[in-house]
């Protein structure tokens, strides 16, 4: 459940677009054959991955990155 704590925003920000691009790829018959509980599923399949690979290749980077430009602002700061 770790790994759903990293990514829960970017699931809640972009899950609303996995399910439009959904509706306009899916032929209607395949989407009304799937069903809602299947819809469901790869939506939150789809919008989970995405959230990860974020997270893999632009969020932790970044965060890394800040976290290393604090630290040498601090560490520049305590030489005086």
Do not use: K
């Amino acid at each position: 459940f770790a790994s759903l704590g990293l990514v829960s925003y970017f699931v809640y920000l972009f899950h609303g677009f996995v399910i439009a691009a959904l509706v306009r790829v899916l032929p209607p018959q395949m989407a009304s054959a799937a069903g809602v509980l299947g819809l469901s599923v790869a939506v939150a399949a789809i919008t989970f991955m995405a959230g990860r690979i974020s997270w893999r290749f632009f969020e932790y980077p970044l965060i890394r990155r800040g976290r290393d430009i604090a630290d040498r602002y601090e560490s520049a700061g305590s030489r005086g």
